[in-house]
């Protein structure tokens, strides 16, 4: 006789997990949003500092984090949640806020954790297609909102499309959802977003005590590899309600002395960011070569579709033979779509040769 699981556990999808991580030194990773830049040599001195101190247990407070996220951000150390990575923190928000009978509204195509939001909790989740400019349609997003919703997540940039919204309309959009409403603003990629200051959004804080910024030291601070993400709350509830739902000791202590280092260094995040956009005019320059328009990036990584006529299972394995990695649009919301994160100058070169190849230009 098997074993017997729990009736949430056949609904929650499996996460669509990039297959590069026992893959030679020479492929190019292209697949899972990562930046090229390895952590600052400042940043690995400070990791290297706490392993010695590795038989004891992190700060469960995270206490000098938020303080240092705070000097940066102005927000209180008590409304600021820190997470193993920003997922465990959305997660959470969703073991907190979400249960039989309450509502869930998102865009789609989005993040792909999204549905386990729904799926773990019991809840109703609502899909809301994008508009044709594959962005976030915050009319039909608000108009779906009704007195059983209890989170509205909205990805600016979009994963996977790539696409930003104006923080104006996402102001307009918050005057719209009534107080009862956690809006997460998932801004994972919000330093690549050349519309306007990627900190603009922090001022909203101030008059939405339902909002919540959604970030991560995993993309432009390269710290994948630590799992360290971040949430910047319009009130004092939400830190505590995520804290209550998790085991303690969810950021490590390397995690967290890496995070302290790296928010001293915005000057080479500032370089970081001039280096993926100008990779984002280069790929975007060969992909139109190719006959293919991407979305309008406001991220590391494109999104496009295919030309007639090609399939995208045969692209996405002839690229990986090849020694490319890409994610195929059908394990990200649509089928016939890639996704390319943005790589370094020879990784995207190869990128857009090997494409040409398949694609007989």
């Known amino acids: 006789m098997a074993i017997e699981f729990n009736e949430r556990v056949a609904r929650i999808p499996v996460y669509p997990a990039a297959s590069a991580y026992a893959l030679p030194e020479d492929v190019a990773l292209l697949a899972s949003n990562e930046a090229p830049d390895p952590p600052l040599p400042a940043v690995q001195e400070a990791v290297a500092k706490v392993l010695g101190g590795l038989n004891r247990y992190p700060d469960p407070t995270n206490a000098l984090l938020r303080r240092a996220l705070s000097d940066r951000t102005e927000v209180p150390p008590h409304r600021i949640a820190i997470g193993n990575g920003s997922c465990d923190i959305l997660l959470a928000a969703g073991d907190a806020l979400l249960e039989p009978g309450a509502e869930l509204v998102y865009a789609w195509p989005s993040f792909s954790v999204y549905p386990h939001l729904e799926a773990a909790s019991g809840a109703r989740g609502i899909r809301v297609p994008l508009n044709d400019r594959q962005e976030h349609d915050l009319d039909a997003m608000a108009a779906e909102i009704t007195a059983a919703t209890r ?10 499309t790539s696409t930003a919204i104006p923080l104006a309309d996402i102001a307009r959009f918050l005057e719209k959802v009534p107080r009862h409403v956690c809006v997460l603003l998932d801004e994972a990629y919000c330093e690549y977003n050349t519309l306007e200051d990627p900190d603009s959004s922090i001022d909203l804080l101030k008059k939405h005590d339902n909002l919540v910024l959604l970030r991560t030291f995993s993309k432009i601070y390269g710290l994948c590899g630590l799992r360290v993400g971040y949430a910047l709350c319009g009130g004092d509830e939400f830190p505590t309600a995520v804290n209550q739902v998790r085991q303690p000791f969810f950021c490590n202590q390397a995690a967290q002395a890496a995070a302290i280092e790296a928010l001293k260094h915005q000057d080479a995040v500032a370089e ?62 649509r089928e016939g779509a890639l996704r390319v994160t943005y790589g370094t100058p020879q990784q995207n070169d190869r990128f857009l040769h090997e494409l040409g190849v398949l694609l007989g230009a």
Do not use: H, M
């Open 151 to 160: 989170l509205v997540i909205v990805c600016n940039p979009n994963n996977p």
């Open 272 to 333: 970081r960011v001039e280096r993926a956009v100008i990779a984002r005019v280069e790929l975007e320059s060969g992909l139109a070569e190719l006959g293919i328009t991407p979305a309008d990036s406001q991220a590391n990584f494109a999104w496009f579709d295919l030309p007639d006529g090609y399939e995208e299972k045969a692209i996405v394995d002839g690229l990986a033979a090849r020694g490319v990695l890409v994610r195929a649009g059908s394990a990200l919301g």
